[in-house]
Antibody, heavy 116, light 110 residues
Framework: QVQLVQSGAEVRKPGASVKISCKTSGYTFTGYSIHWVRQAPGQGLEWMGGINTQRGGTKVAQRFRGRVTLTRDTSITTAYLELKGLTSVDTAVYYC?????????WGQGTQLTVSS | QSVLTQPPSASGAPGQRVTISCSGGTSNIGRNTVNWYQQVPGAAPKLFIYSNNQRLLGVPDRFSGSKSGTSASLTITGLQSEDEADYYCGVWDDTLNGPLFGGGTKVTVL
């Protein structure tokens, strides 16, 4: 069955960076893009960016450009989100999700807490 | 515009009908198909309606979706207690060049 399993909860200080992984299984990794969506406490879903897992090309939402790096390793069917220059506003649950025409399966989420 | 607007809350008694609206624009709902996600507290969103009105396997037929112009809606006919959740509309946005999600609607069964 399709699975997207994310790395565990992270705590960082302001100004630090974090890298979250999304290990996939149960389908052809390069057949789907992987997107990253975050959800701040009590808030809605916000798209951050996506990566074409076959070619490696990325798209990042304007408000995150310069702070977000998306990568993937096809040999281990895993995608990564790196977020730099963290502030308290980045405290949220971060989800990876696969997409081809529709965003269908989601990872379980990774809680990131930014606090001094 | 790259914004999807949903009402923050909706409610009804068991057995009643509830409709959730999702208003967008020409760069998203006006051009692309709409999907609906259900999220219960502490869990990830789950796709349960795609391509405007197609239910995933296992989704009860009391859930239905529709789209007209730059708006879409999700209707729950015969509300049940297990339907309490947050519901998000989602659609590809051609200006954003990525998926766009509504702010979410919390459905409460009275």
């Amino acid at each position: 069955q399709v699975q997207l399993v994310q790395s565990g909860a992270e705590v960082r200080k302001p100004g630090a960076s974090v890298k979250i992984s999304c290990k996939t299984s149960g389908y052809t990794f390069t057949g789907y893009s992987i997107h990253w969506v975050r959800q701040a406490p009590g808030q809605g879903l916000e798209w951050m960016g996506g990566i074409n897992t076959q070619r490696g090309g990325t798209k990042v939402a304007q408000r995150f450009r310069g702070r977000v790096t998306l990568t993937r390793d096809t040999s281990i069917t895993t995608a990564y989100l790196e977020l730099k220059g963290l502030t308290s506003v980045d405290t949220a649950v971060y989800y990876c999700a696969r997409e081809v025409d529709v965003v269908d399966f989601w990872g379980q989420g990774t809680q990131l807490t930014v606090s001094s | 515009q790259s914004v999807l607007t949903q009402p923050p809350s909706a409610s009804g008694a068991p057995g009643q009908r509830v409709t959730i609206s999702c208003s967008g624009g020409t760069s998203n709902i006006g051009r692309n198909t709409v999907n609906w996600y259900q999220q219960v507290p502490g869990a990830a969103p789950k796709l349960f309606i795609y391509s405007n009105n197609q239910r995933l396997l296992g989704v009860p037929d009391r859930f239905s979706g529709s789209k007209s112009g730059t708006s879409a809606s999700l209707t729950i006919t015969g509300l049940q207690s297990e339907d309490e959740a947050d519901y998000y509309c989602g659609v590809w946005d051609d200006t954003l060049n990525g998926p766009l999600f509504g702010g979410g609607t919390k459905v409460t069964v009275l």
